[in-house]
């Protein structure tokens, strides 16, 4: 089955077919830096990671360029950095939200199981190109000097009454979207609807030299961005462009002004994918109702269900519901989808991955990304396994590994239990002996350490005092007196420091009969002497 993938522009569920299957482009709007990414922020990142994913996977992986870019510049960038940075100067202080924030976001998204995109521009990066080539000054240039934008009182404006067909995209009449749109009302505009493709910058703002010969120092207006971007990453015309419904108009409806009256194009990409809105518990999500929520508190807090939330099911949980329809993002959903992912991590952690998909799997992917017919034949698929058959639990983990859970089940989430005061050793470490052997002892200290802070301090440190590379399965021998080994080797430290040498070797040697080799280090900060355990070969 070909891939088929819903277009808003037509209105219809087509054939994709790439302008260059060698090079299939594919562009989606990114988060503006100025907040932690709200979960809703979450659902365009994780469909068209998934799309990007099943591109890969047709088209071949170095056959697919996928931009997602970063706006830096922005008013709401501004007002946070004058509030959170009032002494410093406020370039200086927009820098630091700019890279805290951008650093979140990724941090956020890596938890999701994001792959990276090809391209992630930084939007100042594209407003005048030191080097040449596309930039937001070069097309704004363009558009005055044909005809379809204007300068008036420092402002560039683009002159929406020189597009015929403008409103295409949100299939609606000039009059209709200026019935329902919120537009700025300026003396110095020509029609209501044009929009500003650059402004002048107030003092301190940031600022650059201004295109059109205006003498003003200014900045761009938030839908030129995204055109100068994907123009000279992607071209003037290409394949897919994505992002949420809700920026369908007036911001994509503007990116198509933009871009085609500059290249002389009939669109600017060839097929345009939105997913749907998402609420929380039935409602909208917004601040004045309490129910806005962060991907950093859903993975790092318990505030929304009382516990923190895997990052795998977060993304379970969001594609599990067709990309185009609402979402309703309910803590009953989150909890159900956990204890999928944790049985279904299980019955598959140890299994081979299968040569070849499941072709219903595949197929229903393939029909504008249907992950509810996906998940539908993935349940089949897990109920043949639990039955036994080998072949099933194959393709449900090659599928699994498809759908953007690479971290492959490394770690059984049956012992991750929601943090309420420290975790006991007790309670844990004995746990860790069931899970995947070929896990290593670190990678578990820092799930720990990431997913509860100082609440598994003593886990970590346990962990971390096996030399570097210790698997599960080495120290497995160590199950039933793993206590002994914090033990006896306390009581070593203890023999070395009232130079009690002669206890200090009985110590050690008993620790040879269970399979340890001790390694004393000393801490280059403290001076103290630290013990790190070896599992003896």
């Known amino acids: 089955m070909a891939l088929k993938l819903y277009n808003t522009l037509t209105r219809q569920k087509a054939a994709f077919e790439p302008i260059d299957p060698k090079n299939v482009r594919m562009y989606v709007c990114g988060p ?8 809703g922020n979450a659902r365009p990142v994780i469909v068209f990671d998934l799309l990007f994913r099943l591109l890969r996977y047709i088209f ?8 997602r870019n970063i706006t830096d510049v922005d008013d709401k960038i501004n007002a946070r950095a004058a509030r959170d940075y009032p002494d410093l100067p406020l ?21 999701l199981g994001m792959l990276p995109p090809t ?16 930039d937001m000054v070069s097309i704004i240039e363009t558009l005055v ?3 379809h934008a204007y300068v008036a009182e420092d402002h560039v404006l683009f002159d929406v009454a020189s597009m015929p067909d403008y409103g295409r995209l949100s299939n609606r009449s000039l009059d209709e979207m200026e019935a329902g749109a919120r537009v700025e009302v300026a003396p110095y505009k020509k029609g209501p609807m044009d929009f500003v493709l650059w402004k002048p910058s107030k003092p301190g703002e940031p600022a650059w030299p201004s295109p059109a010969g205006i003498k003003t120092p200014g900045r761009p207006g938030w839908h030129i961005e995204c055109s100068a971007m994907s123009g000279a990453l992607l071209g003037p015309v290409f394949d897919i462009h994505g992002g949420g419904i809700d920026l369908t108009f007036p911001h994509h409806e503007n990116e198509i002004a933009q871009s085609r009256c500059a290249h002389g194009t009939s669109v600017m990409a060839n097929v345009w994918m939105h997913n749907g809105f998402l609420q929380v518990e039935g409602e909208k999500m917004s601040k004045s109702l309490g129910n806005f929520i962060t991907i950093h508190e859903l993975l790092e807090t318990d505030r929304f269900g009382g516990q923190r939330w895997p990052g795998d099911v977060l993304r379970l949980t969001m594609l599990r519901t067709h990309y185009r329809q609402p979402i309703d993002w309910t803590v009953s959903a989150l909890r159900e989808n956990h204890k999928l992912w944790v049985s279904i991590g299980n019955l598959i952690r140890d299994r081979a991955e299968a040569t070849e998909h499941d072709e219903a799997f595949l197929e229903a992917l393939e029909d504008d990304l ?11 698929l897990r109920d043949a396994a639990s039955g036994g058959d080998e072949l099933a639990a194959q393709k449900l983990r090659k599928a699994f590994k498809l759908l953007g859970f690479l971290r492959e089940w490394k770690f059984n989430e049956e012992i991750v239990v929601p943090a309420h005061g420290p975790l006991e050793l007790p309670d844990i470490i004995p746990r860790i002996f069931e899970t995947n052997g070929d896990i290593e002892l670190d990678a578990w200290a820092k799930h720990f350490e990431k997913s509860y802070g100082a609440d598994a301090d003593s886990i970590v440190a346990f962990l971390r005092r096996f030399s570097a590379g210790t698997t599960v399965r080495a ?9 002994n080994l914090i033990e006896l080797t306390d009581e070593r430290l203890e023999a070395r420091k009232r130079k009690d040498f ?10 040879a009969r269970m399979g340890i080799t001790l390694k004393d280090v000393k801490n280059k900060d403290t001076g103290e002497i630290e013990t790190t355990w070896e599992v003896a070969r």
């Open 32 to 39: 503006t830096v100025y907040d932690y990414a709200h979960i």
């Open 60 to 67: 071949g992986p170095d056959h697919v360029t996928y931009v």
């Open 91 to 111: 370039n200086d202080a927009i820098r630091k939200v700019t890279q805290a924030t951008e650093d979140q976001f990724h941090k956020d998204i890596d938890a």
């Open 119 to 134: 391209y992630e521009p930084r939007a100042t990066e594209y407003i005048r190109r030191p080097e040449g080539g596309e």
């Open 145 to 147: 000097r044909n005809g």
């Open 370 to 380: 249907n992950t509810p017919a996906a998940f539908a034949r993935l349940f089949e």
């Open 475 to 483: 120290i497995r021998p160590l199950k039933d007196n793993w206590t």
């Open 502 to 511: 002669k206890e200090s070797d009985r110590i050690r040697d008993e620790l």
